[in-house]
């Protein structure tokens, strides 16, 4: 701004103060006034100063003031303090979508893609006008342009009911003959540690073109060692980006442990997808081919495909829908270790004023197998359910660790008596996305 605006503003302020005074008034203008009228004039370190002292006399001259403050960081420079003020008014008001874009675009300025990518998104929800829109979606297709690496870590801690899904049945028959279960084969509760990291880096070799290498782990821990289930994975491949979205695919390499002894090796192909196909629907899905062999079971050596297609829809900026399908065709060189899985998850993730985030979920999975139990003389075949809700608070981060809990409850309905089982519990952790 040039010494005219700021001249105009300094007039308005000894108006403003010789009226209070002449009238015999004892307020003088407020500090947050000061820094309104100091941002319009484009006296941005000023109007800092200002508004960094200046006492809301409710909701609503808070959040004004947040976002002058926001704003005039974000002209001065200074991102990450404006993604603090910014992120402060949503974790209270989430329906303020002006807010979200600029600190969707704060974060793009950062190169935090991750984050400015949800908050684009999330902002498509609600009504924009054609040009910001168009101006959203040039954002998020820059962001897939550039994107290089991605690094996420999580923790949490898993009280269940039944984590190894057990049986509660103390007796089953098998031929017409009840035998008695073993302690060690009925469900006990336990508490176990999820620990959870991934890794993905983008190599740019043309124009619209990127090299795929990412790895991941997942461990699961209890004290009960048996109960361990750790995984590792690798994929290498290639993506292709559009307009609204990207394609890619390459070769899977993954690994097994349960109980501290190795269970599976994996090798095959993979493709995914991903598709804005207006501003509130996307699409996206996953189809992978794995060739598993087992070291210590060899009857479960086979290929293993699946298709998981989702779709997401922005009710408003507030409320996510999703949707997903999973399909998968075992087979094996056991029939009775071949199967048919079918299943439909559907969620919603809203979030309150106040900052609290909800996102209940529920899935049903069936699936038969291809060939008769030899202990039973029958082909199994389950129905397992799932409920569960998470929930975090936007207002409760420290250094972009974001820390949730939730609470789920599942069961499975099986026409072979020693596989049906019933856990509950609960999951207390925190993550973050670099």
Known sequence: MGVFPAVIAAGLLFAATAFGQADGLPNRPTDLQF???????????????FLEQARPADEEEGIER???LGLAEVRLGLLPEAAERFEAILAIRPELTRVRLELARVYGLLGRDGKARFHFQASLGDELPSSVEGAVEAWLDRIDARKRWSVSVSAAVLPESNPAKRTAEEEVRIGGVPFRLDENA??????????????????VLADDWRG???VSTAAKL?????????SVQGDVGIARLFDRGSASGGIRLGRRWLGGERYSD????????????????????????ERRSHPLQSGQDGWTVTLRPGLDYALSSRTTLRAEIDLEHVDAREDRHGSRLGGLALGVSHAFEGGLSVSPRAAVHWRRYAGEDPLFGKARSDRQTRL??????RALQYRGFAPYVGFFVEWNRSSIPINRYRNQGGVFGVSKTF
């Open 222 to 230: 209890y004290e009960q060692s048996d109960w361990n289930d750790i």
């Open 186 to 203: 009925r469900e006990a509760s336990g508490t176990g540690l999820l620990l959870r990291t991934g890794a993905q880096y983008s190599p």
């Open 66 to 68: 947040l976002f002058l």
């Open 266 to 289: 994996g090798i095959g192909p993979w493709v995914r997808g991903r598709l804005r196909l207006t501003p509130v629907l996307r699409l996206d899905g996953a189809l992978s081919a």
């Open 35 to 49: 820094g309104r009228l100091l941002f319009e004039a484009g006296r941005f370190r000023d109007a800092r100063t």
């Open 212 to 214: 795929v290498l990412a």
């Open 388 to 393: 569960s809700v998470n929930l975090l608070h």
